[in-house]
């Protein structure tokens, strides 16, 4: 900050001593030639100089200090200048432009919440033509109602989805954490995959004890949900089993769930986390969004799970969720 | 008869779903007046409300509270709001339970039985026992009782949800797959073997009220029933 004020104040302190030297050679040269009178009055000169230094230095010293430190919260922009002409001009611009700043983010803010309570509303408006469907075809079975009710499912999954991504950014309003029952939990995400789990012939062999972890109900469902659903999709006809069941480990208790289907390959394994990464099956299998296991990830760090995957390729998939105590 | 008075702004529903009850044996009312709740109410005089959140002008939660100053008749709401907080929103005014769209037919009558039951009591015994009934065969699907002639055998849970369906659709074939999704439960998950079993259960009940070989097995599809019995 010091280094800043005599940077700046180069030009001038430069400019007064040649400008002191100059008058006093001037004079010299006139033939006042009495170098003690002269010393004395370079000293003044240089005295008032310093004195105009220091001056300018103590005014607008929180100039200088806001000018060499970074600003790292929007509201330091309201600490107080010195009333220097300079400083008030410097806090006036930081004030305006924050005032800019702030506006445009809550522009920005209301859109996405515009958007967000727009794509609400959305999917339950989409919801309710899906129950028209599905009253209607309830009582019917032939073959093409069995498959436009498999499609349904699949909407009414992709719909159940895009509730939760929206919700995701309103979390914090959204949970509540209490102790839930792991097996009823998984109950409910297998109960929701009925259909699914007969459709692709796979059947869940579920081992898993009543012991009771703190989570959120919901959004523990929504995580079992996209799981059960990944496994039943890539071991259509290939896994009869997807196996459920839990653990008691040092760190607290894992509820593990297995496949023993296609697998993910090695190189796509660290990326399955990430937003929209679809992979080698994405491409197999068309349906993917690669929001699932990213949205899996979310939930699980908001709520304090820790979420793993192992895989080999061929062999099958582990999902292992560890809930601490 | 139980009346029940459905106020949904979605005609469609509205009218699947009565159509549905009127099966069941309810009388079904539907209406259009959603700024008059309460007036329809009065003159139907129901024993239950099916009622939307969505509603034009007021919604569910509104009408539910002018409800409760009239009556105290359970009040179901069915909605496609999922969040717990509508659901908390919707007992907190005075609703009875919870339906989320979409739903199944079975869900919707279920609660509305245990709803009846609970309210009326009186009134469980006088909506009509589901009964099935095929060529002298009859099937009392709660009661899991199987009859024809003087003949009587009991079922179980599966093997009485096995046969309601093969009864209900013969003589066509019904897939495995609504088969085993019929039989899946909440605590029990079924798979090709449980359904197995419990088709050569029902064909050995069926022997002991002397009808053999009426289940027959279409490979790659499913089971069929052939009423193939002389009716006496």
């Known amino acids: 900050m010091v280094r800043l004020f005599f940077r700046d104040q180069f030009p001038l302190i430069l400019i007064n001593i040649i400008q002191l030297l100059l008058v006093l050679f001037v004079v010299w040269m006139g033939g006042f030639q009495h170098l003690s009178l002269l010393i004395y009055a370079l000293f003044l000169g240089i005295f008032l100089l310093t004195i105009y230094l220091v001056f300018r230095y103590i005014t607008h010293r929180r100039f200088y200090y806001r000018l060499t430190r970074q600003i790292s919260s929007l509201d330091e922009v309201f600490e107080s200048l010195d009333a220097a002409p300079v400083s008030a001009a410097l806090s006036d611009l930081l004030k305006a432009q924050h005032r800019l700043y702030v506006n445009a983010i809550q522009q920005q803010e209301k859109k996405r919440k515009e958007h967000l309570t727009f794509i609400n509303q959305w999917v339950h408006q989409m919801k309710t033509p899906l129950s028209v469907m599905e009253l209607i ?40 954490v209490q102790p839930v029952s792991l097996k009823a939990a998984v109950d409910g995400a297998i109960r929701d995959n009925k259909r699914l789990f007969i459709k692709n012939q796979v059947y869940p062999d579920i081992q898993v004890t009543s012991s009771m972890i703190e989570s959120d109900e919901k959004w523990l469902e929504f995580v079992f949900n996209q799981v059960i659903t990944n496994g039943i999709k890539y071991s259509s006809g290939i896994g009869k089993r997807i196996s459920i069941y839990d653990q008691e480990t040092e760190s607290g208790r894992d509820l593990v769930i297995q496949d023993t289907g296609v697998g993910i390959p090695k190189t796509d394994l660290k990326r399955v986390f990430d937003p929209f990464f679809t992979g080698e099956n994405g491409r197999v299998y068309r349906e993917s969004t690669g929001m699932g296991l990213y949205l899996v990830k979310e939930v699980c760090e908001k709520l304090g799970h820790e979420v793993h995957i192992e895989s080999v390729q061929g062999e099958g998939t582990l999902v292992r969720i560890r809930f601490f105590p | ?118 309210a009326y009591g009186a009134y469980a015994p006088k909506v009509k026992e589901r009964v099935v009934e095929l060529n002298g065969l009859t099937l009392y699907v709660e009661r899991m009782e199987l009859s024809k002639d003087k003949g009587l055998a009991s079922l179980t849970k599966k093997e009485a949800v096995l046969l309601e369906e093969l009864m209900k659709r013969s003589p066509r074939v019904v897939a495995r797959e609504v088969l085993l999704e019929k039989l899946w439960d909440d605590q029990s998950f079924v798979d090709e073997n449980t359904l197995n079993v419990n088709v050569t259960r029902v064909r050995k009940k069926l022997q002991d009220l002397n009808i053999e070989d009426a289940i027959e097995t279409i490979r790659g599809a499913g089971y069929r029933l052939v009423p193939n019995w002389e009716t006496s």
């Open chain 2, 1 to 118: 008869m139980a009346k029940i008075l459905i106020i949904e702004d979605d005609p469609k529903i509205a009218s699947l779903l009565q159509n549905h009850l009127k099966k069941y044996g309810y009388d079904a009312v539907i209406t259009e007046q959603f700024d008059a709740v309460t007036e329809v109410f009065k003159q139907v005089q129901p024993n239950l409300v099916l009622l939307d959140i969505n509603l034009p002008s007021f919604d569910g939660f509104y009408w539910c509270r002018q409800i409760r100053q009239l009556s105290t008749c359970p009040i179901l709401f069915i909605s496609a709001r999922s969040g717990e907080m509508d659901q908390v929103m919707a007992l907190e005014n005075g609703g009875d339970d919870f339906i989320t769209k979409p739903f199944a037919y079975e869900v919707v009558t279920a609660k509305i039985r245990s709803s009846l039951r609970r």
């Open chain 1, 137 to 176: 075809i309830q009582d019917r079975d032939d073959e093409q109602m069995m498959s436009i009710r498999e499609e349904m499912d699949k909407l009414e999954k992709g719909l159940e989805m895009v509730l939760y991504a929206a919700r995701l950014d309103a979390f914090e309003q959204d949970f509540h």
